[in-house]
């Protein structure tokens, strides 16, 4: 078993910056690769970022390409997302998944261990 717990959300002004956390314990979570999703009310669940078990593999969504960087830091066993230049269409709660394995890291489906969200508002 893998606990995730995200932190960091919380209301900002369009153009600003916030930096999500993802906390996991149990089981060796260097194993497992990671990935931010979201969801915005109303909204199908979205991909938004993953990284590979290592670190040395990331990948994001087109609309968040550029503006959101994905890391992590096995030795205190947190995954971060830096999120810059924020808009009205970031605002979401956002998850962190984990996963084992090879499958396709963009399907939530494939996650195995969630956290609870936490919400980013993106104020005009």
């Known amino acids: 078993q893998v606990q995730l717990v995200e932190s960091g959300g919380g209301l900002v002004q369009v153009g600003a910056s916030l930096r999500l956390s993802c906390a996991a314990s149990?089981?060796?979570?260097?194993?497992?690769?990671v990935a931010w999703f979201r969801q915005a009310p109303g909204k199908e669940r979205m991909f938004v970022a993953s990284?590979?078990?290592?670190?040395?593999?990331?990948y994001y969504a087109d609309a968040v390409k550029g503006r959101f960087t994905v890391s992590r830091d096995n030795a205190k066993n947190t995954v971060y997302l830096q999120m810059n230049s924020l808009n009205p269409e970031d605002a979401a709660v956002y998850y962190c998944?984990?996963?084992?394995?090879?499958?396709?890291?963009?399907?939530?489906?494939?996650?195995?261990?969630w956290g609870q969200g936490t919400q980013v508002t993106v104020s005009s």
């Open positions: 149990g089981r060796a979570f260097s194993n497992y690769a």
């Open positions: 990284i590979s078990w290592s670190g040395d593999n990331t």
């Open positions: 998944a984990a996963k084992s394995g090879a499958a396709d890291y963009s399907l939530w489906s494939n996650y195995d261990y």
